[in-house]
């Protein structure tokens, strides 16, 4: 099936250093969205962006919906121990009003070292 | 803690079973989505109900299927499981299954097939 390619598929950080990582897409999506996922839960939602340039931050977390519509990036700045987890990005495409199915990136897995 | 109620929380099986694994969506959300994450696979999406009828399929097999019932909560059944079936199964809710309403994930049932 369709499929997000994000990457980095892993990064091992220092406590404090900002991080950076993305989602390209051959397909053009109308939602963007993050979710972090940690071991033994289910995907939580960090950032949701729903139009083309969008820049959205939470907290220390900043996400944006690229132009093209085909790519994102999410921006952890001065990471600490608990970011550690899972990064998701997901794309909506919502087109012909029935399909909002989420597509799914395979994550990065960020690892922060205190 | 999300809302959403996945359970058994872990099940484990033998080849050639049925199993039926059971969420309740959030309070007022209409719409539930079945995701499906694999090592291989990742985060794959199987099925979409809105207000008890089905709205959109996505990589399900023939041999599992999903209902979602009057009281709003769903259920997936996967028959004639093989041990590649063993993954985590996600659940998630929205408001109303549009294209900006946010997926609230639940925290998943561990299916492992021996």
């Known amino acids: 099936g369709q499929q997000l390619n994000q990457s980095p598929q892993s990064m091992f950080i220092q406590e404090g250093e900002d991080v950076s990582m993305n989602c390209t897409s051959s397909s053009i999506f109308n939602t963007w969205l993050w979710y972090k996922q940690e071991p033994g839960e289910g995907p939580v939602l960090l950032i949701a962006l729903y139009k083309a340039g969008e820049l959205t931050s939470n907290g220390r977390l900043t996400a944006q919906f690229g132009i093209t519509r085909k790519d994102s990036f999410l921006n952890i700045s001065a990471s600490i121990p608990s970011d550690v987890g899972i990064y998701f990005c997901a794309g909506q495409m919502g087109s012909g009003g029935s399909n909002y199915k989420l597509t799914f990136g395979k994550g990065t897995l960020l690892t922060v070292n205190p | 803690d999300s809302g959403v109620t996945q359970t058994p929380k872990h099940l484990i099986t033998a080849t050639g079973q049925r199993v039926t694994l059971r969420c309740s969506p959030r309070?007022?959300?209409?719409?539930v989505y079945w995701y499906q994450q694999s090592l291989d696979q990742g985060l794959q999406f199987l099925i979409q109900?809105?207000?008890?009828?089905?709205?959109a399929k996505g990589n399900i097999l023939e041999r599992f299927s999903a209902q979602q019932f009057p009281d709003l909560h769903s259920e997936l059944n996967l028959s004639s499981l093989e041990l590649g079936d063993s993954a985590l199964y996600f659940c998630?809710?929205?408001?109303?299954?549009?294209?900006?309403?946010?997926?609230?994930f639940g925290p998943g049932t561990r299916l492992t097939v021996l």
């Open positions: 998630a809710s929205s408001t109303a299954g549009g294209l900006s309403d946010t997926q609230y």
């Open positions: 109900y809105y207000n008890g009828e089905e709205r």
């Open positions: 309070s007022g959300d209409l719409s």
